[in-house]
């Protein structure tokens, strides 16, 4: 899985979204986001084959709002 797509969306949202780039259906996972030293993680279900999902994301006023790094 990538992600293929950061967005934000409003003063303290974010839409991301995840493809599936393998041949089989994923597993229902995590992603881990942050800003500096605040995190935030979130689920992701299953995901078809060449298939993609977006996810909405809420951060909080207190966040300082850059560049939205990952893990996978």
Excluded: R
Excluded at 3 to 10: L, P
Excluded at 53 to 71: L, M
């Amino acid at each position: 899985m990538i992600i293929t797509h950061v967005k934000k969306s409003g003063n303290y949202k974010y839409k991301i979204t995840v493809k599936n780039q393998g041949e089989s259906t994923s597993k229902a996972s995590k992603l881990k986001i942050w800003f500096g030293k605040k995190y935030k993680i979130v689920k992701i279900g299953s995901i078809d084959p060449n298939k993609s999902k977006t996810i909405n994301v809420n951060f909080f006023k207190y966040s300082t709002h850059k560049k939205i790094y990952k893990i996978c």
